[in-house]
């Protein structure tokens, strides 16, 4: 089976001023990823890493210096939309209602009015916002404004969802309603998502697979399996095996695996 996302020996180098004179900066180096299609990826990393940067190479908004990226076997050479990236910011409009928010892809491709204000309300359904899509984004609170962000990505019905750190903004509660909410829509969508964060327990409790990022340059050292089997009803978070997955995180983060750290030294 193709994979979902081929990420192949991938490098960015940036070109930075460095006390007056121009220097090459290499963000990320040596990435390597294959996701299959319909998982659920976490991306965890200190600051820094190049998490951004993976994404930001995945969704064809900047280009790799060396390597190559194929989504569904086809070599990534810029933004289109079997890709939709949602990021820490919401990006709404604020002179469009969040109807309007979520038709803005839609307009890009060119879907007839009515069709995209059907499509926008079922987008606005699956992410609890019915009965809200005449409101403007300052009548709307943080976790709401995210949720029509995913909505509009999700409208345009692409094969790999990219977050970028979707939930940092957000306080603690609404942070983890979200969460749920976001594996409810991945399972009733069966989207590919690749899920940039920050925070380990974010990354055991959402991932199918969670891939470690270290620094200076960016790589990706471990991909842990996440075999957690959650009872409905029951808070994984306070199983014992989330705890030790947790554990397994943090440990790849501090002491990235020895093999590949040799082999970039
Ligand atoms: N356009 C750019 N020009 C120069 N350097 C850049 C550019 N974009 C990113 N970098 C550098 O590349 C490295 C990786 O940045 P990136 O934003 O991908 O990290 P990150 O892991 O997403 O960080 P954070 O978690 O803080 O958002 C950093 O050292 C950053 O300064």
Known sequence: MTAALHVAGVRKDFVVRNQGASARFTAVQDLDL????????????????????LLDLVAGLTAPTAGRILLHGAPV????????????????????????NVELGLESIGVPRRQRARLADEHLHLVGLTGFEDRYPHELSGGMKQRVAIARALAVDPRVLLMDEPFAALDAQTRESLQEELLRIWRATGKTVV???????????LGQRVAVMTPRPGRISDVIDIDLDPVPGQDVRSDPAFGRLRHRVWSALQHPAPDREVAHV
């Open 195 to 205: 899920f940039i964060t920050h925070g380990i327990d974010e990354a055991v409790y």
């Open 34 to 53: 294959v996701v299959p299609d319909g998982q659920f990826l976490t991306v965890v990393g200190p600051s820094g890493c190049g998490k951004s940067t």
């Open 77 to 100: 050479t810029g933004p289109a939309t079997d890709r939709a990236v949602v990021f820490q910011q919401y990006a709404l409009l604020p002179w469009r209602t969040a109807r309007k």
